[in-house]
């Protein structure tokens, strides 16, 4: 058998963690190894934990939490510890929470009504460096970037891209699929098939989810002459 996917639990709620340990070490292929009440504290065991065979491969996170929220210890997780995916576990789902997190590097968004097959799905998912975001959450976690933040600097590999592929670009984050980019660009779907494989292999992305969320990120910064 396979060794378990090693689980971080980061809940500021004791009984939270205790029961979702107890949902998630039902399971034969995970493993919880550690938990921590705040983002901070989060950090530090991963700090400690990664020259160990108890380094944990997902952290489940929750957003609201004392000392260091979920979405600076998102960032600083992805930062500092690119081996290890977070996957947010929270009862908000508001619209900056969703969007910052996934930005800041986030493989997945779930609320905590998830059902226990689902999130172990999410987890399992989220392992194998897939997106996962639950019901409802998709439109929001392409939410407009605040206009408080800082200036963005755009890859340069998305300002390398063709016309035709930033028009793909942009109807794949407005969540059209192949046949309906075809329809709206009057090519075949073989053609936009083609023009979804170059854009991914360009922008070294792994699927349409993260082309979507970099394009909501990035595109409305491009030039007027790239638009």
Avoid at 6 to 19: E, S, T
């Amino acid at each position: 058998m396979m060794n378990p996917i090693r689980i971080l639990l980061v809940d500021d709620q004791i009984i939270i963690r205790q029961g979702l340990q107890s949902l998630l070490e039902s399971k034969p292929d995970l493993a919880v190894v550690a938990d921590a009440e705040n983002g901070q504290q989060a950090l530090n065991i991963l700090e400690s934990l990664q020259e160990t065979p108890q380094k944990p491969d997902v952290v489940l996170l929750d957003v609201r939490m004392p000392i260091m929220d979920g979405v600076a210890a998102t960032r600083q997780i992805c930062q500092r510890f690119p081996g290890t995916h977070v996957l947010i576990l929270t009862t908000f789902d508001d619209d900056e929470y969703v969007s910052q997190a996934m930005r800041f590097g986030a493989k997945g968004y779930l609320l905590k009504d998830t059902p226990s097959e689902n999130l172990a799905i999410a987890i399992r998912a989220v392992y194998q460096g897939y997106t996962h975001l639950g019901p409802g959450l998709f439109e929001k976690a392409f939410s407009t970037p605040s206009t408080s933040s800082v200036p963005v600097e755009v890859p340069p590999q998305l300002v390398e891209l063709s016309p035709r592929e930033l028009e793909v670009l942009r109807l794949i984050a407005s969540g059209s699929n192949n046949r309906e980019i075809a329809e709206k660009l009057y090519i075949s779907e073989r053609t936009v098939k083609n023009h979804v494989t170059s854009i991914l292999s360009c922008l070294k992305l792994r699927d349409r989810t993260q082309a979507a969320l970099l394009a909501s990120t990035f595109l409305p910064f491009l030039p007027h002459s790239n638009r």
